[in-house]
C-alpha cells in the first residue's frame, strides 16, 4: 500500500506541476494577445490536452488524500466501526463504477484516431493516460476499502 501512496503522490505533483504550466501558457498567450497582437498559436488545444494531465493522474492522490467531496452528516454521528462499515461499502460500490468506466476507457483509447483541429495533435496518447489515472484511482480506491476493512475488524 505504501507503493500506491507514493505513485499516487508523484502523479499529483505531476500534475500540479502541469496546471502551473497551463498557468504560465495562459499568461503568455493572453499577454501575447493583448499586449502584442500575437497570441499563442494552439495555446487552447494545448491547454485542453493539459487538462487531461491535470485531471486523470490527481485522481488517486485526492482519494487517498480524502480530499474528495463527502457528504457526512448522518455518517459522522454513527460508531466509528459502522462509518468504516459505510464507507467500505460506498468504495465498493465506487470501485465497481470506476472499474466499469476504467474498463470502457481503455476500450476507447485502443482505437481513438483522432487528431486536433490545429495543431494536428495525437488524442491517442491522452486517452491513454486517461485510462491509466483510472486504473490508479481503482487502485486507490482498493486501498482505501482495505484500510475501513481494518478498522472494522480491529479493536
Given at each position: 500500500m505504501k507503493i500506491i501512496y507514493s505513485l499516487n503522490r508523484w502523479l499529483g505533483y505531476l500534475s500540479v506541476t502541469v496546471m502551473g504550466l497551463m498557468m504560465l501558457l495562459t499568461v503568455a498567450d493572453v499577454s501575447g494577445r493583448y499586449f502584442f497582437n500575437s497570441p499563442i498559436t494552439g495555446a487552447t488545444e494545448i491547454s485542453r490536452l493539459m487538462m487531461?494531465?491535470?485531471?486523470?493522474?490527481?485522481?488517486?492522490w485526492a482519494a487517498l488524500g480524502r480530499t474528495h467531496v463527502k457528504v457526512d452528516i448522518l455518517v459522522s454521528r454513527l460508531p466509528q466501526k459502522v462509518q468504516a462499515i459505510v464507507n467500505a461499502v460506498t468504495l465498493l460500490i465506487a470501485l465497481g463504477t470506476y472499474s466499469l468506466i476504467t474498463w470502457r476507457s481503455f476500450l476507447e483509447a485502443a482505437v481513438v484516431n483522432r487528431k486536433t483541429s490545429l495543431l494536428a495533435l495525437p488524442f491517442t496518447p491522452f486517452y491513454w493516460l486517461m485510462s491509466v489515472g483510472f486504473a490508479i484511482f481503482c487502485l486507490a480506491i482498493v486501498v482505501l476499502i482495505i484500510e475501513n476493512m481494518v478498522k472494522v475488524v480491529k479493536k
Amino acid at each position: 500500500m505504501k507503493i500506491i501512496y507514493s505513485l499516487n503522490r508523484w502523479l499529483g505533483y505531476l500534475s500540479v506541476t502541469v496546471m502551473g504550466l497551463m498557468m504560465l501558457l495562459t499568461v503568455a498567450d493572453v499577454s501575447g494577445r493583448y499586449f502584442f497582437n500575437s497570441p499563442i498559436t494552439g495555446a487552447t488545444e494545448i491547454s485542453r490536452l493539459m487538462m487531461v494531465l491535470i485531471v486523470f493522474p490527481a485522481l488517486g492522490w485526492a482519494a487517498l488524500g480524502r480530499t474528495h467531496v463527502k457528504v457526512d452528516i448522518l455518517v459522522s454521528r454513527l460508531p466509528q466501526k459502522v462509518q468504516a462499515i459505510v464507507n467500505a461499502v460506498t468504495l465498493l460500490i465506487a470501485l465497481g463504477t470506476y472499474s466499469l468506466i476504467t474498463w470502457r476507457s481503455f476500450l476507447e483509447a485502443a482505437v481513438v484516431n483522432r487528431k486536433t483541429s490545429l495543431l494536428a495533435l495525437p488524442f491517442t496518447p491522452f486517452y491513454w493516460l486517461m485510462s491509466v489515472g483510472f486504473a490508479i484511482f481503482c487502485l486507490a480506491i482498493v486501498v482505501l476499502i482495505i484500510e475501513n476493512m481494518v478498522k472494522v475488524v480491529k479493536k
